[in-house]
C-alpha cells in the first residue's frame, strides 16, 4: 500500500479533495471481476487498493492541473474545434475579458480542485438543497370574541329558558303603569266601628311573563387520511383542524350574540332628500334635464345580509347645477346597523319612480343617520336585492342588538313590550361625542320612565372610539379636560399620544370603560350595564349565556377515508334587564357637510 507524497494541511484548499479521493475511486472495483483469489465478483476495492487508486489519480489530477495552468495555450488547442471557434475568446485574459480573469484567478487559488459538476442547479434544477419549511404552520388570523367572553354562562334544561319578571311597583317611576308616587298618609279612624275599612289602600305592581327558546348551532370541519398521514413529521393536522373549528365556533358566536335575530329586519321608509349647493370642498352631481329628477331609495343592513329597498325619495334637480343630495336615514327599521344607498340617474322627464328598475347602488355601509351624494351618480353595477338578503334566521336567538333596539319585542315578539334598553336614539346625526354620550347617560338614569341606570361600559367601532376621545381632548380648553397619571418612576419614561380607556359619568360619577370591538360596525354604540346596581332584585346578571348543552365537540364514526369533526351548542342568550342599557346610532363619520 502506497501512500501520497503530498502531505496537504488543513488550511490548503486541496485538503479536502486528498481527504476524499480514497472514498472517491472505490467505485472501481465494480469495472470487471475481481480474482478468484480475491473473492470474486463485484465488489468496491479493499482499503489498500483504494489507497493505491487514489494516490495515482490525484497525482494524474495534479499533473494536469498544473500543466493547464503553466501552458493555458496547449488548453486552448486542446478544447473541441467547434468549441473554440464558437467562443475564440473564452481563453483569453485580456484586459477587457474581467470575468475570464477571475475565472483564472479562482482557479490559481484552487488549483487542486478542478472540474465540479454540482451546481445549484446541477445536476437538478431545484439543487440539491434541503427544504427550510418551519413547523408548524403559522396562523396570523384575528380571533376576537370579547362579548362571549365576558357574558356569564349559566345551566339552561328544557326547551327554553322562562322566567316571572315585575317589572315596577307602585312609585318606582317605570313605563309599566306604577310610575305614580303613592301617598301614604292616612287619618286615624276607630277600628271598633270602622273595620276594615280603616286598613290603608294597597300599592299597585306590574308584571310579565319572559320565555326565551332555546336555538341549536353547530359547525364542521372534515380531514382527509391522506392530508393526516402527509402531515406526519410537520403537524398533526387533526389537532389543528379541532383548534380551527373552535375559533370559528367562537367567533360564529360573538356575530351571533351582537346581531342574532330569527326575524328579519323591517323594509325602511323612503329617505329624506334635500337639494343644496354644493361647498367649497364638495363635488357637484352632473346636473339632469329640465324636469328630470333623480330617485333614491334605501336599504337596511346588519352583517349578516340586507333588507329589500325602500320606497323611493324624489330628489328634482332640474336644470340646475352645482348641486349636492343631502340623504336622511329612515329611522323605522329596529335591529338595522347600517343603510345602503341607491339611486337611479338616468331619469326622463315625467317617469314614476314606482316604474325604476335601473337602481344601482351608490354608497354602502353609510352608519350615520346623513350623508351627501356628490360628485359621478351610479349607472351601473348593484342592484338592490329583490328579496331579504338573509337578515335573520329562524335558528337564530336575538341577540344585543335586536334587544336593545326593540326588534325583539316590537317585530319579533320573543320578549314582552318595553324590554329594551332604556334609552334609544337612532338618529344622533353627530359624532361620537361627550355631549351624545351625556344626553344618553341622563336620559337612562332619569329620563321619562327611567330605571336609574348606571352604565360601565361603552362598546363602539374603532373610528367612532377615535371621535370621542378627539372630542375629550379638544374639550381640554372648556373645562371638561381629562386626567393625565404619571408615577413617580414614570417621569423619564412618559409615552406621547393620548387615547382615552375610560371617562366619568357626568350624572352618577362612577367610570365607565371604553371598549372598541374588533367586529363593530360604524355608526352603532352601546351602553351596557351587566349587574343591577342595587341590592335584592334576584338578578345575578342582566345578560347571561344559557345553554342546556355548551360546547359539545363530536369525533365522528369513519364511514370513509375523511375524518370528520362537528362542534354544538343547544341555548340562547337572555336578557333579564335590558332596560338598564343605551343604544346610540346613526352615528355620523363627519357631522358637518358632506355629510358621511
Given at each position: 500500500?502506497?501512500?501520497?507524497?503530498?502531505?496537504?494541511?488543513?488550511?490548503?484548499?486541496?485538503?479536502?479533495?486528498?481527504?476524499?479521493?480514497?472514498?472517491?475511486?472505490?467505485?472501481?472495483?465494480?469495472?470487471?471481476?475481481?480474482?478468484?483469489?480475491?473473492?470474486?465478483?463485484?465488489?468496491?476495492?479493499?482499503?489498500?487498493?483504494?489507497?493505491?487508486k487514489a494516490v495515482d489519480a490525484e497525482m494524474a489530477l495534479r499533473k494536469s492541473v498544473r500543466a493547464s495552468l503553466a501552458n493555458p495555450g496547449d488548453v486552448h488547442k486542446s478544447l473541441n474545434p467547434a468549441f473554440a471557434n464558437q467562443f475564440a475568446l473564452f481563453g483569453s485574459q485580456a484586459p477587457g475579458m474581467q470575468g475570464m480573469t477571475q475565472v483564472v484567478d479562482a482557479l490559481n487559488q484552487i488549483g487542486d480542485i478542478l472540474g465540479k459538476n454540482f451546481t445549484l442547479t446541477s445536476p437538478l434544477s431545484s439543487g440539491l438543497v434541503p427544504f427550510d419549511l418551519a413547523a408548524p404552520s403559522k396562523l396570523i388570523y384575528p380571533v376576537f370574541s370579547p362579548l362571549r367572553n365576558k357574558l356569564p354562562r349559566v345551566q339552561g334544561m328544557g326547551t327554553s329558558r322562562r322566567t316571572k319578571v315585575i317589572t315596577g311597583v307602585q312609585g318606582s317611576q317605570t313605563p309599566s303603569g306604577s310610575n305614580a308616587p303613592k301617598r301614604w298618609s292616612i287619618a286615624e279612624s276607630n277600628p271598633a266601628t270602622a273595620w276594615p275599612n280603616t286598613l290603608p289602600a294597597s300599592g299597585s305592581q306590574t308584571a310579565v311573563d319572559v320565555s326565551i327558546p332555546y336555538k341549536f348551532f353547530g359547525i364542521s370541519e372534515a380531514l382527509s387520511w391522506l392530508a393526516q398521514f402527509s402531515g406526519s413529521g410537520f403537524e398533526d393536522v387533526s389537532a389543528l383542524a379541532n383548534l380551527v373549528l373552535m375559533q370559528e365556533a367562537m367567533l360564529a358566536e360573538e356575530y351571533e350574540i351582537i346581531w342574532g335575530t330569527g326575524t328579519a329586519l323591517t323594509t325602511p321608509n323612503a329617505p329624506t332628500v334635500a337639494i343644496r349647493t354644493a361647498g367649497s370642498n364638495e363635488t357637484a352631481i352632473a346636473a339632469a334635464g329640465t324636469?328630470?329628477?333623480?330617485?333614491?331609495?334605501?336599504?337596511?343592513?346588519?352583517?349578516?345580509?340586507?333588507?329589500?329597498?325602500?320606497?323611493?325619495?324624489?330628489?328634482?334637480?332640474?336644470?340646475?347645477?352645482?348641486?349636492?343630495?343631502?340623504?336622511?336615514?329612515?329611522?323605522?327599521?329596529?335591529?338595522?346597523?347600517?343603510?345602503?344607498?341607491?339611486?337611479?340617474?338616468?331619469?326622463?322627464?315625467?317617469?314614476?319612480?314606482?316604474?325604476?328598475?335601473?337602481?344601482?347602488?351608490?354608497?354602502?355601509?353609510?352608519?350615520?343617520?346623513?350623508?351627501?351624494?356628490?360628485?359621478?351618480?351610479?349607472?351601473?353595477?348593484?342592484?338592490?336585492?329583490?328579496?331579504?338578503?338573509?337578515?335573520?334566521?329562524?335558528?337564530?336567538?336575538?341577540?344585543?342588538?335586536?334587544?336593545?333596539?326593540g326588534h325583539a319585542a316590537a317585530d319579533a315578539?320573543?320578549?314582552?313590550s318595553g324590554f329594551q334598553a332604556g334609552y334609544v336614539n337612532s338618529a344622533v346625526g353627530t359624532r361620537m361625542t361627550l355631549a351624545a354620550l351625556s344626553t344618553a347617560l341622563q336620559k337612562v338614569w332619569n329620563g321619562p320612565g327611567a330605571f336609574r341606570a348606571d352604565p360601565t361600559d361603552l362598546i363602539c367601532e374603532a373610528s367612532d372610539g377615535k371621535q370621542l376621545s378627539d372630542d375629550i381632548i379638544a374639550q381640554g380648553g372648556s373645562g371638561q379636560g381629562y386626567r393625565l397619571n404619571i408615577g413617580q418612576g414614570e417621569i423619564n419614561s412618559v409615552t406621547g399620544g393620548i387615547a382615552v380607556s375610560s371617562l366619568v359619568n357626568p350624572v352618577t360619577r362612577s367610570l365607565i370603560n371604553i371598549m372598541v370591538h374588533p367586529w363593530w360596525l360604524q355608526g352603532t354604540a352601546f351602553l351596557m350595564s351587566y349587574t343591577m346596581p342595587m341590592p335584592l332584585t334576584n338578578i345575578s346578571n342582566i345578560f347571561e349565556v344559557t345553554n342546556v348543552q355548551d360546547y359539545l365537540s363530536v369525533s365522528w364514526p369513519v364511514i370513509d377515508p375523511t375524518y370528520r369533526y362537528s362542534l354544538f351548542l343547544y341555548g340562547a342568550l337572555v336578557a333579564h334587564a335590558p332596560q338598564y342599557c343605551a343604544l346610540l346610532q346613526g352615528l355620523q363619520v363627519a357631522d358637518t357637510t358632506p355629510y358621511s
Amino acid at each position: 500500500m502506497r501512500e501520497s507524497s503530498y502531505t496537504p494541511s488543513s488550511t490548503d484548499a486541496a485538503y479536502e479533495l486528498t481527504q476524499q479521493m480514497t472514498d472517491m475511486v472505490k467505485g472501481a472495483g465494480y469495472r470487471k471481476p475481481r480474482p478468484a483469489a480475491q473473492g470474486g465478483g463485484y465488489a468496491p476495492l479493499d482499503i489498500g487498493e483504494a489507497v493505491d487508486k487514489a494516490v495515482d489519480a490525484e497525482m494524474a489530477l495534479r499533473k494536469s492541473v498544473r500543466a493547464s495552468l503553466a501552458n493555458p495555450g496547449d488548453v486552448h488547442k486542446s478544447l473541441n474545434p467547434a468549441f473554440a471557434n464558437q467562443f475564440a475568446l473564452f481563453g483569453s485574459q485580456a484586459p477587457g475579458m474581467q470575468g475570464m480573469t477571475q475565472v483564472v484567478d479562482a482557479l490559481n487559488q484552487i488549483g487542486d480542485i478542478l472540474g465540479k459538476n454540482f451546481t445549484l442547479t446541477s445536476p437538478l434544477s431545484s439543487g440539491l438543497v434541503p427544504f427550510d419549511l418551519a413547523a408548524p404552520s403559522k396562523l396570523i388570523y384575528p380571533v376576537f370574541s370579547p362579548l362571549r367572553n365576558k357574558l356569564p354562562r349559566v345551566q339552561g334544561m328544557g326547551t327554553s329558558r322562562r322566567t316571572k319578571v315585575i317589572t315596577g311597583v307602585q312609585g318606582s317611576q317605570t313605563p309599566s303603569g306604577s310610575n305614580a308616587p303613592k301617598r301614604w298618609s292616612i287619618a286615624e279612624s276607630n277600628p271598633a266601628t270602622a273595620w276594615p275599612n280603616t286598613l290603608p289602600a294597597s300599592g299597585s305592581q306590574t308584571a310579565v311573563d319572559v320565555s326565551i327558546p332555546y336555538k341549536f348551532f353547530g359547525i364542521s370541519e372534515a380531514l382527509s387520511w391522506l392530508a393526516q398521514f402527509s402531515g406526519s413529521g410537520f403537524e398533526d393536522v387533526s389537532a389543528l383542524a379541532n383548534l380551527v373549528l373552535m375559533q370559528e365556533a367562537m367567533l360564529a358566536e360573538e356575530y351571533e350574540i351582537i346581531w342574532g335575530t330569527g326575524t328579519a329586519l323591517t323594509t325602511p321608509n323612503a329617505p329624506t332628500v334635500a337639494i343644496r349647493t354644493a361647498g367649497s370642498n364638495e363635488t357637484a352631481i352632473a346636473a339632469a334635464g329640465t324636469g328630470n329628477s333623480y330617485y333614491i331609495r334605501v336599504t337596511a343592513t346588519n352583517i349578516y345580509g340586507e333588507t329589500v329597498m325602500s320606497a323611493a325619495a324624489e330628489a328634482a334637480v332640474a336644470a340646475q347645477t352645482g348641486k349636492v343630495l343631502d340623504v336622511t336615514m329612515p329611522t323605522n327599521v329596529k335591529g338595522a346597523s347600517q343603510f345602503n344607498i341607491y339611486i337611479s340617474a338616468a331619469a326622463t322627464s315625467g317617469s314614476a319612480p314606482a316604474s325604476r328598475t335601473s337602481y344601482f347602488l351608490q354608497a354602502s355601509g353609510v352608519g350615520g343617520s346623513k350623508f351627501t351624494i356628490q360628485g359621478s351618480l351610479a349607472s351601473s353595477g348593484t342592484n338592490p336585492p329583490a328579496s331579504d338578503s338573509g337578515t335573520s334566521s329562524a335558528n337564530d336567538y336575538e341577540g344585543l342588538l335586536s334587544i336593545l333596539s326593540g326588534h325583539a319585542a316590537a317585530d319579533a315578539s320573543v320578549y314582552p313590550s318595553g324590554f329594551q334598553a332604556g334609552y334609544v336614539n337612532s338618529a344622533v346625526g353627530t359624532r361620537m361625542t361627550l355631549a351624545a354620550l351625556s344626553t344618553a347617560l341622563q336620559k337612562v338614569w332619569n329620563g321619562p320612565g327611567a330605571f336609574r341606570a348606571d352604565p360601565t361600559d361603552l362598546i363602539c367601532e374603532a373610528s367612532d372610539g377615535k371621535q370621542l376621545s378627539d372630542d375629550i381632548i379638544a374639550q381640554g380648553g372648556s373645562g371638561q379636560g381629562y386626567r393625565l397619571n404619571i408615577g413617580q418612576g414614570e417621569i423619564n419614561s412618559v409615552t406621547g399620544g393620548i387615547a382615552v380607556s375610560s371617562l366619568v359619568n357626568p350624572v352618577t360619577r362612577s367610570l365607565i370603560n371604553i371598549m372598541v370591538h374588533p367586529w363593530w360596525l360604524q355608526g352603532t354604540a352601546f351602553l351596557m350595564s351587566y349587574t343591577m346596581p342595587m341590592p335584592l332584585t334576584n338578578i345575578s346578571n342582566i345578560f347571561e349565556v344559557t345553554n342546556v348543552q355548551d360546547y359539545l365537540s363530536v369525533s365522528w364514526p369513519v364511514i370513509d377515508p375523511t375524518y370528520r369533526y362537528s362542534l354544538f351548542l343547544y341555548g340562547a342568550l337572555v336578557a333579564h334587564a335590558p332596560q338598564y342599557c343605551a343604544l346610540l346610532q346613526g352615528l355620523q363619520v363627519a357631522d358637518t357637510t358632506p355629510y358621511s
